[in-house]
């Protein structure tokens, strides 16, 4: 919907309390459009996953309601999903920030097997407990909280010892922090967490 700001932000929520039905047919217009590109480039090039970037949260929750997102924005989304199934893609990444817990439900339901979060509100979106309630049908990418490594060796070592090997050891788990390595991270923690963290995975196999 092109949100890319504040103002933005505030003229789609509301147009989509007026004119719901204007939304759904504007998303099904850039739904079809995705899925006719992505079938003259599947014809050609194989690929291993795709991803969905949907930043349609934050911390207390998404921004619309699960109603609101199955009806107006999740079939938007079918004509692409249809054309990978077609070509084969078997891993469908939903990639989203904050707090997008109530949408798994639906995106599940949806086709998509693979979970990405960044910056996330870490008790709503804690990994394991995601896994005891999805199983292993939802894969999950991420999951380490950045901000450990602001804290220092211990919290790190604390953080990836607790999240990392119950999710490794299950499968269908990539193991990364939950955002980007800011300037503000000192280099020695970070060169400490992926030492840790290749141990880790090395030991898991």
């Given at each position: 919907m092109g949100v890319e700001g504040w103002s933005r932000f505030t003229e789609v929520i509301e147009l989509l309390v007026r004119d719901p039905l204007l939304?759904?047919?504007s998303l099904m217009i850039q739904g079809e459009f995705a899925a006719r590109l992505a079938d003259r480039v599947l014809r050609d090039v194989?690929?291993?996953a795709a991803l969905f970037s949907e930043p349609i949260a934050e911390k207390r929750g998404p921004l619309i309601s699960p109603k609101m997102y199955r009806e107006i924005v999740l079939p938007s989304y079918d004509p692409l999903l249809s054309v990978l199934?077609?070509?084969g893609v078997e891993v469908i990444v939903f990639v989203s920030w904050a707090n997008p817990r109530l949408l798994i439900p639906a995106i599940l339901e949806r086709g998509f097997n693979c979970l990405w979060a960044y910056e996330v509100e870490s008790q709503a979106m804690d990994y394991q407990d995601l896994r005891r309630e999805f199983g292993r049908d939802?894969?999950?990418i991420g999951g380490i909280d950045l901000d450990v490594l602001r804290q220092g060796k211990e919290a790190i070592r604390r953080e990836v010892a607790e999240k990392v090997p119950p999710l490794l050891a299950e499968g269908g788990y990539i193991p990364m922090l939950d955002g980007r390595v800011r300037v503000d991270i000192p280099?020695?923690?970070y060169v400490?967490?992926?030492r840790l963290l290749e141990n880790m995975i090395g030991m898991s196999r």
């Open positions: 939304v759904h047919d194989q690929v291993d199934k077609r070509h939802l894969r999950l280099f020695d923690n400490f967490y992926k």
